[in-house]
């Protein structure tokens, strides 16, 4: 039998105590022995809850417990989640957490302490939920060079850019009813200005070989710029826009990207979370699934405490100190907007650009690879009412580097 | 140093050959050392082979080399690879295959070999291809329940069937086309069939919990009465048709399905393959990648070897004797063609079904669940000229015990 604790009963941490109560034995035969739930380290009295005899105020409680083998860190945010998961890998504990934040500023460090003390630090649910993402990706395509990733890793901005596409709403009530409907939390500055997805692909980039970067490093731009007449626009090309991580040719950005129709994320929908990764060997593989909420997320979790309990972890050791390229030489093809008597200029100016259905009385274009530079500089000559990105091809990783 | 051998070298035995060459460091990285390729068994002495110095026509060459310590069985077939695998793994060898006749027929007996002796018995590459498929199932989402799996298992088919929906041509022309391109092999039985996707569905299955089955106890419906009007017609309603493995409920089968127009699987097309495996807690989760083919499936083979040769691989043991409930009770969604003069009489007959695009001179209809029973019995009463199961939700498993 091992004992295990959990810091935080919020919606993880409770879906993550639900589920060892729920699927006990299949839990059992994945750890390889029973595992038990000792103890919940949560501000919080909760006499109302089914675990509320196990909550602890005082987080030495699980630290100098000598029977608790492996610790559920819930509490999200940097500090003290970070000192604390610290404090129990020196211990010789193992540490599971679905925490990105933690993971993204001090994954290096805790990886490090989990190797020294031989315990492990395993970060699954920290990417896309429930979805097999850092295993796949350090395990079943450990052996091919992975030459670009993207991901629609954020399911509140995908609940919020597919009701704009579905119902026609602008920004801010597609937001408003995100909120109603508990997709969007009260201040929803992390999910929409594009941070969380950026935690998540500073964790996959650095899982898939380049190493962590300070995630300052990494340009991002969030979803409240979108523009519905865009949206709809281009939803009658079949073409869609989701904010996207993407990791190419060395480059990590956040953006709102147009989805091309043939594209396989182009159809990744409402709450659901998607990553696309390209290996020298494999190609293109694709991991779709729920990419939040207590279940899913806790899916993930338990994986992690199964396969730490069964010793068999494969110890994933994350680098810091990547520093992605000058984000100016950065090359994507673009979707450009103009007002209407501004079309020629860009034609003139853009001559390989070809016009697509534009929103009402503006002129809408899809350009070839462009730099962030040369966007810059048409930016100063040209009235853009719009600019996205375009979600290309990942084997060609040649394009980034225009 | 690890030393290892590969049985075949064919496409896939190929494909191990050079990409244990091509991405050594990488491999070194995961497997915990070198790896390096010292014998190929094969019938052949291929002299124009870069690898023409390793090959042996003696298979004692291998069993009893005690420097090797891993054998990758690239042979196909269920004779001699089973026997060959199953002494290897009794001289405590670890066999990583791609055979998926080999583990569909034999795997409750490998498994087990390879548990008593204390190595590794592994076949990611089985199903799939290079899609992480028998990982995330055994690994990622042992905790959850399965409840449901469907997958498009096979890359031939799903060629086949998405250039008859793209080009129109019917079944014979899109099979040889497949067959000029070398999508299709020149005896294409075992894919058309469906046969192909029935061992890779028995393999899921078992890993997804339910144990081995007899092949032949699976239901299985080839492409071949697949017809251009139906696919057509569907495809102007934004629907699919697909050849498609299911596990629901208890049942398996093997049958080409009307995909409905927003299921993850209708937009896999061409050579990809994919499955959508629900769980209890994790929801729906789909994986999507390259079925086939030299490379893709290498990557699987080569991160097992990789897997096993650290010493981290989870025993996968598959267990034999599971018996699908009677075919006849099994419910799901249908989509029926009859001659337009029949339409009343299969209104009158099934009067829930709802009629959709037809193809010309035919009333096509959608009708809510029927049991096979219940559609043997219709087919009797009225001139079908087109019957396809559609896939439904695997999350109502209820529904295929209508």
Request: hydrophobic share 45%.
């Amino acid at each position: 039998m091992k004992y295990v604790a959990i810091l935080g009963l919020g919606t993880v941490g409770g879906g993550v105590a639900r589920m060892l109560c729920d699927n006990r034995e299949r839990i059992a035969a994945a750890a390889g022995e029973e595992v038990v739930l000792r103890r919940i380290l949560d501000l919080r009295d909760m006499p109302d809850s089914p675990f509320s005899a196990l909550v602890t105020h005082r987080f030495e409680d699980i630290l100098s417990d000598p029977s608790i083998s492996l610790v559920v860190e819930a509490i999200g945010g940097v500090r003290p989640a970070g000192d604390f998961s610290l404090a129990l890998l020196r211990a010789g504990k193992h540490v599971v957490t679905s925490n990105k934040a933690v993971v993204s500023a001090m994954g290096a460090v805790l990886t490090e302490a989990a190797e020294a003390a031989g315990a492990c630090y395993l970060f699954e649910a920290s990417c896309g939920g429930g979805i097999p993402l850092i295993t796949p990706l350090s395990r079943d395509l450990a052996p091919n060079r992975i030459t670009g990733l993207c991901g629609i890793l954020n399911g509140t901005t995908n609940y919020i850019l597919t009701s704009m596409r579905d119902s026609g709403a602008d920004y801010a009530d597609a937001l408003a009813e995100a909120r109603r409907l508990g997709y969007a939390e009260a201040d929803p500055t992390d999910d929409v200005e594009g941070y969380d997805t950026r935690r998540k692909l500073n964790i996959l980039s650095a899982v898939a070989g380049e190493g962590l970067t300070d995630e300052r490093l990494i340009p991002c731009t969030g979803i409240g710029g979108v523009r519905r007449a865009d949206v709809s626009a281009l939803a009658r090309e079949g073409c869609a826009v989701k904010l996207v991580g993407v990791m190419r040719g060395g480059y990590l950005l956040v953006a709102p990207h147009l989805i091309p129709r043939d594209h396989p994320l182009r159809s990744v929908d409402g709450v659901y979370n998607a990553a696309l990764i390209h290996g020298d060997k494999v190609g293109d593989v694709m991991l779709m699934g729920r990419g939040a909420g207590a279940d899913p997320t806790a899916s993930a979790v338990v994986a992690d405490v199964c396969e730490a309990l069964s010793g068999r972890a494969a110890p994933c050791r994350l680098r810091a100190g990547y520093v992605p390229p000058d984000f100016d030489g950065y090359g994507c093809p673009r979707y450009f907007c103009v007002p209407e008597a501004a079309a020629d200029a860009l034609t003139a100016r853009v001559p390989r650009a070809v016009r697509v259905t534009s929103p009402e009385g503006e002129a809408a274009f899809l350009a070839p690879p462009m730099t962030e530079a040369a966007c810059r500089a048409l930016a100063e000559e040209l009235p853009l009412t719009s600019h996205l990105r375009v979600l290309s091809d990942l084997c060609d990783d040649s394009e980034a580097r225009t």
